[in-house]
């Protein structure tokens, strides 16, 4: 019961704090570049593993770790990537140019399925706005948001009022100005 009340909550949630954002189509079909420290390979069992100070870039999209492992699907070329760190960070810029940031201890990018789900402390955050829990779920394609708690915990959203969020576009375009 708990899970279908956060799965419904993070729905209504979700379709208000991403109601004019759309993901950028052309970034799954753009390159995807690894940069790290140390890299490690495990051929058998098709597993790449990127060792300290790991940065992932597809279009607009940056992933950033401590450790990532990637792996190709058996009979298959669909990747998945799992990011490690204290935090690992995923921010993509959307379609309206606004940008979203999820962060958790673990980030798990199926990229053939749309999906992102982070896990421990995980944090999604968009204009302000924030939804925090144990484990959230985010499908890229649909937008659907769905966020879990640990037993004996909860999910946490706040939003922030459409008039606070517009005020700070317009300071930051007036820094911008002011600087030029």
């Known amino acids: ?33 690894i940069n790290a420290s140390r890299q490690a390979v495990d051929l058998k069992n098709k597993i790449f593993s990127y060792i300290d100070n790991v940065v992932i870039t597809q279009g607009t999209l940056t992933i950033r770790a401590d450790l990532v492992q990637v792996l190709t699907q058996s009979g298959s070329e669909e990747k998945t990537y799992i990011a ?28 053939g399925n749309n999906l992102v789900i982070i896990s421990g402390n995980a944090l999604l955050q968009q204009e302000g706005s924030e939804v925090s829990g144990n484990r959230i779920t985010y499908n890229i394609d649909t937008q659907y948001v769905n966020a879990e708690s640990k ?30």
């Open 151 to 180: 037993t004996n915990e909860r999910t946490k959203t706040i939003f922030q009022p459409k008039e606070k969020v517009q005020a700070k576009k317009t300071d930051t375009k007036t820094l911008e100005k002011g600087n030029l």
């Open 1 to 33: 019961m708990k899970l279908l009340k956060n799965s419904l909550l993070c729905l209504l949630f979700s379709s208000t704090l991403f109601s004019s954002a759309f993901a950028e189509k052309f970034d799954i079909k753009q390159k995807i570049e």
């Open 84 to 111: 490690k760190g204290k935090p690992a960070t995923f921010e993509q810029t959307l379609a309206d140019g606004t940008p979203l940031s999820l962060q958790a201890d673990e980030i798990r990018y199926e990229p």
